[in-house]
T-cell receptor, first 111, second 115 residues
Framework: GQNIDQPTEMTATEGAIVQINCTYQ??????LFWYQQHAGEAPTFLSY????GLEEKGRFSSFLSRSKGYSYLLLKELQMKDSASYLC????????????FGKGTKLSVIP | ETGVTQSPTHLIKTRGQQVTLRCSSQ?????VSWYQQALGQGPQFIFQ???????GRGNFPPRFSGLQFPNYSSELNVNALELDDSALYLC??????????????FGPGTRLTVL
């Protein structure tokens, strides 16, 4: 398994910045996905990092350090609609395109 | 372009029964993956079908089986249902190729409750 570790819950204030961390085992690693999942809904794709560094996409950015087995998702200018679970998913690329998801971080944005 | 659809939306079964869940992949996608998501957990990979063949399987017992049809829609069958099978079942469709996983789209899921 990937031994994926993310905080279970986080709370942040509207308009603020929040960083959601994810650590994983580096063996057989190809890339890392972040998905957003609102309660009762399907996960939706946020980002995919293959190379080290920060990738920015609007209010959301994702960082990867392959050697450290570490990634984070950075959410800026938080909005109430950002309240959701954020799933970290390392990808081994071992032929079957299987994604292994972490348990997710439930983010609550408060006024 | 039609997205991924799943049916039924909700389902209630009793222990020992069998269930079939259905997924219609997004237009142009030939690969379907199935995931089980228990409450408060991340999705767990069950298996994947590519061009009607199983193309990888997670740590699920044989009573979880599947099919993919020529139109790339798919079924997940679960026999001898157990209480722990209660979960949200998600399917995700994608197309093969270098950007395969960037194009993986999830359906809304089927909520299965086993009593």
């Amino acid at each position: 398994g990937q031994n994926i570790d993310q905080p279970t819950e986080m709370t942040a204030t509207e308009g603020a910045i929040v960083q959601i961390n994810c650590t994983y085992q580096t063996s057989g690693f190809n890339g890392l996905f972040w998905y957003q999942q609102h309660a009762g809904e399907a996960p939706t794709f946020l980002s995919y990092n293959v190379l080290d560094g920060l990738e920015e996409k609007g209010r959301f950015s994702s960082f990867l350090s392959r050697s450290k087995g570490y990634s984070y998702l950075l959410l800026k200018e938080l909005q109430m609609k950002d309240s959701a679970s954020y799933l970290c998913a390392p990808y081994s690329g071992a032929g079957s395109y299987q994604l292994t998801f972490g348990k997710g971080t439930k983010l609550s944005v408060i006024p | 372009e039609t997205g991924v659809t799943q049916s039924p939306t909700h389902l209630i079964k009793t222990r020992g029964q069998q269930v079939t869940l259905r997924c219609s992949s997004q237009s142009g996608h030939n690969t379907v993956s199935w995931y089980q998501q228990a409450l408060g957990q991340g999705p767990q990979f069950i298996f994947q079908y590519y061009r009607e063949e199983e193309n990888g399987r997670g740590n699920f017992p044989p009573r979880f089986s599947g099919l993919q049809f020529p139109n790339y829609s798919s079924e997940l069958n679960v026999n001898a249902l157990e209480l722990d099978d209660s979960a949200l079942y998600l399917c995700a469709s994608s197309s093969s190729g270098g950007h395969f996983l960037r194009e993986q789209f999830f359906g809304p899921g089927t909520r299965l409750t086993v009593l």
